[in-house]
Each structure stands twice: as C-alpha cells, then as structure tokens.
C-alpha cells in the first residue's frame, strides 16, 4: 500500500471545513491543503492581519482557494462565543472541526477567564468551540469529523485536578503535557458521548503530528527570552524534525481518510511515531481512562458554561 499523501484525500469540493490556528505551522498547511482540494476553508485565527496575510500567501499557490478569515480567540470564551455565532449565521453545514491551534511550554499566564494558557487554549478554547458547533455538525448531510490535534507528549501527561490551573505548582511542559492528554480525553470522550447518543453522523479522532518544525516551539523560549534555547530548538528542528506540511498530515488523514473511524488516533508511522506517512497511532492507556474522561468533561462544562446535550457514555462504551 502506497504512502498516503494528499493526493489521496477525496474529492471534497464545495464542503466546509474550520481550521483553527490556520495562520502558521500546521493550520497553515492544512489550510492549504484543503484549499487545494476545493473544500471551502474557515481560517479561525486569533489575528485577523496574520490570518489575511497567510490567505494571501495560499491564494498565490491555489488561485481559486476559497478562504474567509474569522477571529478567534480560544483564550476568551467570549471570543469563542462570538466566533461561533458569526461562523454558523453565514453557513448551514461544517464537514470538518480542525482544533489545531495550540500553545507550548510558554511561561506561566492566564486567559481572559482565569485559566492557566495551555489547558485555557489548548483544551478549554476547543472544548467551548466545539460544543457551540455541535448542533451544526450535527446538521450537516453525511458525515462530519471533530479532529482534535494532541501530541506524543501526552504521554508525559496526567491531569491534576486539584491544582487544574497550575496555580500553585506551574511547570511548563508539565501543563503542556496535561493540556495535550486533555486533548485526547476529550476527543475520545467525545466520539463515546455521541455514539451513546446514536448520532451516526458526527465522529470524533485525535491525532498528532509527531516532530514538525512548526512556529510553536519557538514561542515558549521567546516569551522567557531565552536565546540559548532558542538557538537550540532551532538546531535541533533542523536536524530531526520534518517539516510543517508533512506534519500536517496527520490532522489531514484524520478529517477526510473515508476508512477513518470514531475514537482512532493518527499519527506520523515512522521512526517512534515521530515522522512519516499518517497512519492509525496508539495513544496512552491514561488517554483511554473513562472515568479520568468523564470527571475533565464535567469540569470542563463547568468552567466554559458550556454544555453538551449528550448522555453520558458507559465505561464500558471507553474500554
């Protein structure tokens, strides 16, 4: 069986799909990609100037891209609000959800709404995205995908939730890593939730993009100002990572590969699952904990206001 590549991807002219984060990094070669293949992309960024400039940049490349640029702040619930509202006035279908956008190992800050900014916008943000959407995914003929981007170091990962927020002991690749198992307990969670619901037309994947040489490493060792790791991570990009538009295609596979099912994680087949072609990925027993699951999903409605009108699944659908 051949690699999988974009060319691969199906014929999806005239289908919807949101990316978000899709100005930089993986967002923006996934953009592109869907451009390419004639979907009608959402590019949901927190800058409106940095995302027209990366339409632009995909137009020159896909003449026709068809491509409107959103605001979205996942680090404002307000903002997320606002997005939604405006997203499902101008449209009545949405084939693919694509929560890309991302923080790393930044020093420690908080939301507009208190949270710590990993779990606040890595987890939280997409959460409240993707419940306001639901009913419009929900809606849309045929099947539509929730793809939630995770990372290998959800591994490392365990969720505290006596201290969530990381208000009284904060260390960044500890909150990143609980922000990228969240990711995926969600993801999972969320295709048990709508199974259990019998909705057969909304399917929920995580999936990773191994090792890529993306923006995101970058800004954690910017904002602490240091540039001795910063010259590191450049190095080390070099040498080991594969680029942005190989690691996106993980989060490609996951919102269009037909053979693709609930629940499945996607990541890169090569060398430790850190490059390569996409193909089915194996997440951590902890991602897979449904209890875990259910106690982030009820807390995450709690803090974000926002509800699911979905039963909760049985441990069993998690096993």
């Known amino acids: 069986m051949s690699e999988w590549?974009?060319?691969?991807?199906?014929?999806?002219?005239g289908e919807t799909v949101i990316v978000t984060g899709a100005n930089s990094g993986l967002g923006f070669e996934g953009a592109r990609a869907f451009a390419d293949?004639?979907?009608r992309v959402v590019m949901?960024?927190?800058?409106?100037?940095?995302?027209?400039?990366?339409?632009?940049?995909?137009?020159?490349d896909v003449p026709d891209a068809d491509l409107s640029v959103m605001e979205l702040d996942l680090a404002d619930l307000d903002s997320v609000a606002t997005f939604a509202e405006a997203f499902t006035d101008a449209h009545d279908d949405l084939r693919a959800l694509c929560n890309n956008a991302g923080v790393m190992a930044i020093p420690r800050s908080e939301t507009e709404d208190g949270f710590e900014m990993q779990l606040g916008v890595n987890h939280l943000g997409h959460f409240a995205l993707t419940g306001h959407l639901l009913d419009t995914l929900r809606g849309t003929d045929g099947e539509s995908r929730v793809v939630t981007q995770s990372s290998g170091l959800h591994e490392n990962g365990e969720i505290d939730f006596a201290d969530l927020q990381s208000e009284r002991d904060y260390g960044k690749w500890d909150a990143y890593g609980q922000s990228k198992l969240a990711n995926l307990l969600f993801a999972f969670e969320l295709d048990r939730r709508l199974d259990a619901a019998g909705v057969d037309g909304v399917t929920s994947v995580g999936c990773h993009p191994g090792y890529a040489d993306t923006n995101l490493q970058r800004r954690g060792p910017e904002q602490a100002g240091s540039t001795l790791r910063l010259a590191m991570m450049k190095v080390a990009n070099a040498v080991f990572a594969q680029d942005a538009a190989t690691g996106a295609l993980p989060m490609l596979y996951a919102a269009t590969e037909p053979g693709v099912r609930g629940g499945e994680y996607v990541g890169p087949?090569?060398?430790?699952?850190?490059?390569?072609?996409?193909?089915?990925?194996?997440?951590?027993?902890?991602?897979?904990?449904?209890?875990?699951?259910?106690?982030?999903?009820?807390?995450?409605?709690e803090l974000t206001g926002v509800t699911y009108d979905l039963p909760e699944a049985t441990a069993a659908a998690g096993d």
């Open 5 to 13: 590549t974009t060319v691969q991807m199906p014929d999806l002219s």
């Open 37 to 39: 293949a004639g979907v």
């Open 44 to 60: 949901a960024c927190r800058s409106v100037d940095r995302g027209e400039s990366a339409a632009a940049e995909i137009r020159r």
């Open 269 to 301: 087949s090569g060398f430790m699952n850190m490059r390569g072609p996409p193909a089915a990925d194996t997440p951590s027993r902890r991602s897979r904990d449904p209890d875990r699951a259910r106690r982030l999903w009820e807390v995450s409605e």
